[in-house]
């Protein structure tokens, strides 16, 4: 007798796995991908999260740099670790790029500074050695040309600092110029 409630019980217990797991699995698959991304969304409206290990598969660039910002301070010192912009978006049709931070900072940049060889653009991800998702300042645009600091006056702008966007979100390839270089308002933490 024993061993039919035993038998009975295993039963039950596996027809409760039977149903429960798929939905489980279902219920997982429905929270997303949680892995570091980045959204780039195309003229045409289509977008694709381009994740940290897809990036990684880009040629490194590893410089160091940092940049001068809207007061003439330098900031955000440090050796970056990252791929060219140019790299990511290549076989592209755009005019400019809207970068998106998580804390809604946008910063609009035409094709020339993107694929800028004397001040190449960095989607940076890591910083000092600290990668995505520890670095606190996330995915980074960053600026980094040989030797490594970017001034108002090199990159003919108010706050070159303001192209150096922490925490980038999406990135919006727009097929025709709708603002000017630099014509951003100055963002909100004068450090960057």
């Given amino acids: 007798m ?12 596996l027809l409760t796995l039977a149903v429960a797991l798929p ?4 219920w997982a698959s429905g929270l997303g991908d949680s892995r570091p991304a980045v959204e780039i969304a195309w003229a045409d ?23 001068q910002n809207q007061y003439g301070n330098w900031r ?3 050796t970056y670790t990252g791929v060219l ?5 290549r076989g592209s049709d755009y005019a400019e790029i809207e970068v998106r931070a998580f804390d809604g900072y946008q910063m609009a940049v035409e094709r020339s500074r993107v694929e800028d060889p004397d001040f190449p653009m960095v989607l940076a991800y890591a910083l000092d050695g600290i990668s995505v998702p520890d ?8 600026v980094l040309p040989e030797g490594g600091r970017v001034s108002n006056e090199a990159y ?5 600092g303001s192209y150096w966007v922490k925490n980038v ?11 000017e270089s630099g014509s951003a308002p100055p963002p909100a933490d004068p450090s960057r």
């Fill in 85 to 89: 912009l140019a790299d990511l978006l």
């Fill in 2 to 13: 024993r061993d039919v409630r035993r038998g009975m019980l295993v039963g039950l217990l």
């Fill in 76 to 78: 955000d010192a440090g």
């Fill in 135 to 142: 670095w606190e300042d996330g995915f980074r645009l960053v």
């Fill in 45 to 67: 409206g289509t977008t694709r999260r381009v994740a940290l290990v897809d990036i990684r598969r880009h040629p490194q660039v590893v410089r160091r740099g940092e940049a």
């Fill in 169 to 179: 979100e999406r990135i919006t390839l727009r097929a025709a110029a709708t603002t």
């Fill in 156 to 160: 003919r702008t108010v706050s070159a």
């Fill in 23 to 26: 939905l489980v699995v279902r």
